[in-house]
């Protein structure tokens, strides 16, 4: 990556051990596409409704030659689950990315 991973969190207290789990899943996502130029994740915390409780929301933007790719996971109670499902879509996305442009 030619910039440096900018990780961003959102109505959350910094946490060491969650940026140490953002840094292993990029650093996985890097190995997929040496050609990804940077990359930018937001691990937040929505405001609390009244039903749902506590949420957390994961958005992944990637920089691509020409291209940008910006996954969201929507609010889900648990950040384990939603990290999960934000950087299993980023996977599926950048490995068509990868497919894409090798056929191209």
Do not use: W
Not at 10 to 30: F, Q, T
Not at 42 to 63: F, M
């Amino acid at each position: 990556m030619d910039k440096p991973l900018r990780i961003t969190f959102d109505n959350l207290p910094h946490s060491e051990a969650i940026e140490a789990n953002v840094r292993s899943r990029m650093a996985r996502l890097d190995a997929l596409c040496e050609r990804m130029t940077g990359a930018r994740v937001v691990v937040g915390s929505p405001h609390r409704g009244q039903t749902k409780g506590k949420t957390y929301a994961v958005r992944i933007e990637l920089a691509l030659p020409g291209h940008d790719l910006v996954v969201s996971r929507e609010p889900v109670g648990d950040l384990h689950e939603a990290m999960t499902g934000a950087f299993a879509t980023a996977r599926r996305r950048l490995r068509g990315f990868v497919e894409r442009s090798r056929g191209a």
